[in-house]
């Protein structure tokens, strides 16, 4: 079982940087996939981005590819979201997440953190 507990989140303005981390309990960190999601107000939960346990293999959604940057600290048990280039539509509650292999799913995802808020303002 993974525990996982984000961080970092906050207020920013458009154009700006955040970094988020995910900061996971447990001996198997390095066996999972690990992702991040965000869910803004009245939408769904949406992948963002996710990097297997080596850290050899990355994927993004089309909406944050160039701006984004998924990578992980497996002798720290974290991983973490680098957010450039911010815009208001990026604002969002972000998830991480674990999972047993590079997906996109939601449903495929057995583990979650609470979340951390990330605005963005105009």
């Known amino acids: 079982q993974v525990q996982l507990v984000e961080s970092g989140g906050g207020l920013v303005q458009a154009g700006g940087s955040l970094r988020v981390f995910c900061a996971a309990s447990?001996?198997?960190?390095?066996?999972?996939?690990m992702g991040w999601f965000r869910q803004a107000p009245g939408k769904e939960r949406e992948f963002v981005a996710a990097?297997?346990?080596?850290?050899?293999?990355?994927d993004y959604a089309d909406s944050v590819k160039g701006r984004f940057t998924i990578s992980r600290d497996n002798a720290k048990n974290t991983v973490y979201l680098q957010m450039n280039s911010l815009k208001p539509e990026d604002t969002a509650v972000y998830y991480c997440?674990?999972?047993?292999?590079?997906?996109?799913?939601?449903?495929?995802?057995?583990?979650w953190g609470q979340g951390t808020q990330v605005t963005v303002s105009s």
């Open positions: 997440a674990a999972a047993y292999l590079l997906t996109t799913r939601v449903a495929q995802y057995r583990y």
């Open positions: 447990g001996r198997t960190f390095s066996s999972y996939v």
């Open positions: 990097i297997t346990g080596s850290g050899r293999s990355t």
